[in-house]
């Protein structure tokens, strides 16, 4: 890990009244000395609280301390909070759920290149879930390009005579067959 002067740990505290710890992290070149963001945003938190509890040791107003504690419980308020309707009995829900689908696609498309840029998250997911993820998205594609995901059909050569009474006894045998299958 790289030593931090008392002025850049001033700077880094100034910076997380307007942005997030990991792009903080970023912005300071933090990032790459850790193998994801937990680690980066960590460390930031740890140079906040620091600061925080001594500010004049690194020459740190109080209006300061505040204005980081502002902007810090703002986006904590921002990444919790859930927005409702004020009338739930006027929700679309088409447009919930196409949006539900979409995010959870997009989330996994994330997912899935995560793993493979992160050799140590690959190497520990479980080959049976990604088995699964892929017999899931094969039919999910298949029924979007109109395939079904198995054909089935009926060939019947149907007499052009055939009286309704001869068709409902067909039918009643058709389904007697069909139950008995199940």
Known sequence: MKKLTDVEKRSIFKSLA????????QEFGLDKYYNGPIGAVGYINRI??????????FAVSQELVELVEKGMLERKGKRH??????DPGKIDEKSLVIGVRNKAWTLLDQKLNYLIKNRRAFRNESLV????????????????RGEATEHIMLKAK?????????????????????????
């Open 158 to 182: 149907i007499d052009e005579n055939i009286t309704s009474g001869e068709a409902t006894e067909q039918l009643l045998k058709f389904r007697e067959v069909r139950e008995e299958d199940e």
């Open 81 to 86: 909070s859930i927005v409702f309707p004020t």
């Open 129 to 144: 879930s990604l088995g699964k993820l892929a017999g899931i998205s094969f039919d999910k594609a298949q029924i979007v």
């Open 18 to 25: 307007s942005q997030g710890q990991f792009r903080v992290a």
């Open 48 to 57: 906040y609280r620091e600061v925080k509890e001594e500010p004049e040791k």
